[in-house]
């Protein structure tokens, strides 16, 4: 093993900033699997790449409209401190001192990567001859209860065919990785489980996002439990004859574990008379040993609140139909796309907006309704991971690239533009097909206050790095490396463990950023995928939680029992409205599409002295028009922005005239391409922050 050391990755603001400096990662691929029971009238789909979203397919940088709900707008002090973010790039880990003021400091990690088989040289059959079989990829999953196994899904190549014993080292299997250095009976420190397992069992198979049980006896990966009852899954006992695959026959692929071990969390996306939706749903895992043994998913509800009627956190005040109202503290406002579960399993985490072209995370209590803001910075995180105590987060995030701010930049922008369609998600965290998400620690009692910016902890500045790759593109804290989705921590609070992937040809050096990516990879074999620790080594081990059960029930949300029908959302009604900040106003006008009723046709605002929290104050107007055809996935979406920032913090937000700024979303989404036309130019403080260069289908 090579050791690796090297400075963090800096982030700079110089006078002019060219937004397109640096690395990889995230689940943005499409895969519409249908998973409903065919007794639902609507057809819901997977949906592992169309980011949050709902409505149609309409995008703003090439971002899905997020057709979400927030409600009424209550202007007090606890609102406006929430809608007040950080705009402060950096990864610096903060304190509050007892005199009210921020000290700034980094807790020490290492940082290492976990061993794996040897890497295939070859797909064709045969031309594996390790002993243990050969990988051409690796992904990580979560701890099992010792704080010592790793979950991890090994895709194996080249082995030979039967009756060799070896035979069964291919395709997509689940695996073990120790982390201590400690090693399986075998000798290595990785050990298939599912290799061998018949296929009367229900076979073998990795794949999907794997989750132990803190009964150490199961495992909830993709659509299907693993379990090896009643021996624990990292034992002598439990050999490949002994597991058990029951698939879960309701619900969705995707699935997240809540901790309390019985509920699990899901995306689906609805095509119905309603248009093209997204849906955040919650249910109860139950086992059925009948007529062959599986899961169900009952108590089922959509995170979606009814009474929140409207588009994003934006709607019509009812009792005075020519007024918006804003409330991000609505419940159930700030769900979006579920990405998982806190600590103790009383919320649900996901996405949602309180500045336009901002997209972040909060975690949404599934009784109340209400949201805390996990994340503030003018960036994308994706995903998010609590940790056992709720009081950390872990978080991907693209903040050290400044690649959001030329359409995020300006603090107290309402998302009013957003309810047509939401931010360039691709634009801001791929390039092609390469992430370039890193991971950040965040307490999530600090976000939002002052400058606190978390730890990227791979920086490798305050503990050690070390990586099975012999070259500087490999180290620890490259660029080229991506982190992907998801990441764990473990149930003592003491590490965390994520996984990514190496940048593929052509997305990376000019015009996209000055690095070059050689082909392939330093690490062993050339692999493309690695999957790394991260040891918290200051922390005390804490005793795993036990999580106490949580209701079926979401009081704010909609049941929805078999059989019923998925909920249409309503978008803003065509009308001129004013929506009034803390001080000032916006003037709206909505202009719905005829023929689409998920689609709007336009948006146009104009501000006037209108400020969310008093100090940021915004003049001037902006505007967004849908065309194309009526079909939500074919839209063509521009965007004309001519505003003045003022107070607090000063700049503007100006698109290339007369032709603004316009993007194919359909495009951008599915084939991961960035294409503009025009331009959006934000300045923030005398900072310049121009968009990312163009870059093709890859």
Request: glycine share 12%.
């Amino acid at each position: 093993m090579r050791h690796h050391e090297g400075s963090p990755l800096e982030t700079s603001n110089p006078t002019r900033v060219r937004t397109d400096d640096v690395p990889a990662n995230l689940c943005m691929t499409p895969q519409h699997v249908p998973h409903f029971a065919s007794d639902r009238p609507n057809k819901w789909f997977d949906l592992c790449g169309l980011r949050p979203g709902g409505g149609a397919i309409s995008i703003r940088h090439t971002m899905v409209r997020r057709n979400w709900l927030f409600a009424p707008f209550v202007a007090t002090a606890a609102i406006f401190s929430l809608l007040s973010g950080s705009y402060a790039v950096g990864a610096a880990q903060s304190t509050i001192r007892a005199d009210g003021t921020f000290a700034v400091g980094h807790e020490p990690i290492k940082v290492s990567e976990l061993p794996v088989p040897p890497t295939a040289s070859s797909r064709a059959v045969g031309s594996c001859t390790a002993s243990t079989g050969c990988v051409s990829s690796v992904s990580s999953g979560g701890f099992l209860p010792d704080n010592v196994d790793v979950v991890a899904s090994f895709t194996f190549s080249g082995a030979p065919a039967a009756p060799d014993p070896r035979s069964m080292y291919s395709g997509s299997q689940l695996a073990l990785i120790k982390t201590n250095g400690t090693k399986f009976p075998d000798s290595d420190s990785w050990l298939c489980l599912t290799c061998g397992m018949p296929a009367a069992n229900g076979g073998g198979g990795g794949g999907g996002y794997a989750q132990p049980f803190s009964d150490g006896k199961r495992i909830l990966t993709g659509g299907s439990v693993l379990d090896c009852s009643p021996y624990p899954i990292d034992s002598p006992q439990c050999t490949p004859d002994k597991l058990h695959s029951y698939p879960i026959d309701s619900g969705g692929g995707g699935m997240k574990l809540d901790p309390d071990q019985v509920h699990v969390g899901w995306n689906s996306v609805v095509i119905g008379p309603g248009g093209y939706n997204e849906y955040a749903l919650y249910g109860r895992l139950k086992f059925d040993p009948t007529p062959s043994p599986h899961y169900d998913v009952t108590n089922v509800s959509i995170l979606y609140n009814p009474k929140t009627t409207g588009t994003g956190n934006i709607r019509v005040n009812p009792k005075k139909p020519t007024q918006l109202v804003f409330d991000p503290q609505a419940p159930g406002a700030q769900v979006g796309e579920f990405k998982g579960f806190n600590g103790d399993g009383k919320s649900v985490i996901g996405v949602g907006d309180v500045t336009s072209g901002n997209l972040d995370h909060f975690a949404t209590n599934l009784l109340t309704g209400k949201s805390v803001r996990l994340d503030a910075d003018p960036a994308y995180s994706d995903p998010d991971t609590s940790s056992a105590d709720g009081k950390w987060t872990l978080e991907m995030d693209v903040r050290y690239r400044n690649r959001f701010l030329f359409m995020a930049g300006l603090p107290g922008v309402p998302p009013i533009l957003d309810q047509a369609g939401l931010t360039g998600m691709i634009a801001g965290y791929n390039i092609g097909s390469r992430r370039l998400f890193q991971p950040y620690l965040t307490k999530d009692s600090l976000v939002g206050k002052g400058k606190y910016q978390g730890q990227q902890i791979n920086a490798c500045t305050t503990g050690p790095c070390s990586t099975l790759g012999t070259g500087p593109d490999s180290s620890a804290n490259s660029p080229l490396w991506g982190s992907m989705a998801d990441s764990a921590w473990a149930p003592n609070g003491t590490k965390v463990v994520y996984w990514q992937a190496y940048a593929a040809p052509g997305t990376c050096g000019p015009p996209y950023d000055t690095m070059s990516c050689p082909q392939p990879s330093t690490e062993p074999g050339g692999r493309s995928s690695r999957i790394m620790l991260a040891v918290l080594t200051s922390r005390k081990p804490q005793p795993n939680p036990v999580v106490k059960q949580a209701s079926n029930k979401v009081p704010w949300g909609t049941s929805y029992p078999a059989g019923s029908t998925a909920p249409s959302r309503s978008l803003l009604p065509t009308g001129t409205y004013t929506l009034r900040g803390l001080r000032g106003s916006a003037t709206v006008k909505v202009v719905d599409n005829p023929t689409n009723a998920s689609l709007l046709s336009s948006i146009s605002v104009s501000y006037s002295n209108y400020s969310q929290d008093g100090k940021n104050f915004i003049n001037g107007t902006q505007s967004t028009t849908l065309t194309g055809s009526s079909n939500p996935l074919d839209t063509i979406q521009t965007f004309h922005d001519a505003l003045k920032l003022s107070g607090k913090n000063t700049g503007s937000d100006l698109t290339s005239e007369p032709g603004g700024y316009t993007i194919a979303p359909t495009a951008s989404l599915v084939h991961r391409t960035y294409e503009p036309t025009g331009a959006i130019t934000t300045t923030l403080n005398g900072t310049v922050y121009k968009q990312p260069a163009p870059y093709p289908m890859s």
